[in-house]
T-cell receptor
Framework: DGGITQSPKYLFRKEGQNVTLSCEQN?????MYWYRQDPGQGLRLIYY???????QKGDIAEGYSVSREKKESFPLTVTSAQKNPTAFYLC???????????FGSGTRLTVV | KNEVEQSPQNLTAQEGEFITINCSYS?????LHWLQQHPGGGIVSLFM???GKKKHGRLIATINIQEKHSSLHITASHPRDSAVYIC??????????????FGTGTLLAVQP
């Protein structure tokens, strides 16, 4: 079945370490997105990519980096520059410019 | 003021009750989405609407473009409907990319 796989589901890291969250889709979707969810707030866009080898900053890109070397994969790196990295991270995808979104199951990152 | 507002924030219902969750938005949109988030965090897309009404099983979604308002109805509610329901809009800012803006969600608890 087609879908989005995010791994791992839970991730713990020490402060100051970079960590990479995986997002893989087998839907042949062009566009992929990373969102951050904090308690009491709507999801906020971190980065998005509309095509391979291209990506754009969202509303809260500081302290994050991404790559899009393959259509299926859009990994997110949370760097040590991100001041408040503990959050729930969701990946999504869709056919570019149309259609509904497909969301992953999320990764809960805790930095201690 | 958020561009997407949901009400109520929290809702407790008895099994079998008819439930309504409301969403108002203040931007021009090309589509409105209703999403369901279960306690594990993963999000499922329930509906994508640009006009009128859609029905899927016990779920009904309506949108009034002139009033910038949408409602999600659940008939004959069941404890398994307990989840966070999120309204999101594909904002029509023009250009190549239309941004997805999320409400903060409605936490629904259906008691047996």
């Amino acid at each position: 079945d087609g879908g989005i796989t995010q791994s791992p589901k839970y991730l713990f890291r020490k402060e100051g370490q970079n960590v990479t969250l995986s997002c893989e889709q087998n839907l042949n979707h062009d566009a992929m997105y990373w969102y951050r969810q904090d308690p009491g707030q709507g999801l906020r866009l971190i980065y998005y990519s509309q095509i391979v080898n291209d990506f754009q900053k969202g509303d809260i890109a500081e302290g994050y980096s991404v790559s899009r070397e393959k259509k299926e994969s859009f990994p997110l790196t949370v760097t040590s520059a991100q001041k408040n990295p503990t959050a729930f991270y969701l990946c999504a995808s869709r056919v570019q410019g149309m259609g509904g979104y497909t969301f992953g199951s999320g990764t809960r990152l805790t930095v201690v | 003021k958020n561009e997407v507002e949901q009400s109520p924030q929290n809702l407790t219902a008895q099994e079998g009750e008819f439930i309504t969750i409301n969403c108002s938005y203040s931007v021009g949109i090309s589509a409105l989405h209703w999403l369901q988030q279960h306690p594990g965090g993963g999000i499922v897309s329930l509906f994508m609407l640009s006009s009128g009404k859609k029905k899927h099983g016990r779920l009904i979604a309506t949108i009034n473009i002139q009033e910038k308002h949408s409602s999600l109805h659940i008939t004959a509610s069941h404890p398994r409907d307990s989840a966070v329901y999120i309204c999101a809009v594909t904002a029509n800012y023009g250009g190549a990319t239309n941004k997805l803006i999320f409400g903060t969600g409605t936490l629904l608890a259906v008691q047996p």
